[in-house]
């Protein structure tokens, strides 16, 4: 039985298990919200595959960042171009 690969968010929380069925046996299934694609539900070897190995989504999403050195050099480069100080000086009105 063929499914469709397009799934309003309502549809896809009320039939989440036939969204799974429809992963595995047609691919990648698109979640939308007012008509505008925001999800993509894919199997779990797909993920790995495209991930690089079998970090669990958890771990990519709470490690640090992976910065190359162009992205190292551009954040060295915005920092050093801050300043130092602390602003200027507020008068909160309280007498010292």
């Not at 009320?14 to 008509?35: C, Y």
């Not at 990519?60 to 050195?69: K, S």
Request: proline share 4%; glycine share 8%; no cysteine.
């Amino acid at each position: 039985m063929a499914h469709p690969t397009h799934w309003q968010v309502q549809e896809a929380k009320q039939r989440f298990s036939e969204v799974l069925r429809a992963v595995e046996d047609d691919g990648p299934q698109t979640i939308t919200r007012h008509g505008d694609e925001v999800a993509v539900v894919i199997d779990i070897q797909e993920y790995r595959r495209l991930t690089g190995g079998s970090q669990s989504a958890w771990s990519a999403l709470a490690g640090p960042p992976y910065f190359d050195d162009d992205m190292i050099e551009v954040m060295d480069e915005i920092e050093a171009a801050r300043k130092k100080d602390f602003g200027r000086e507020v008068d909160l009105g309280i007498a010292e």
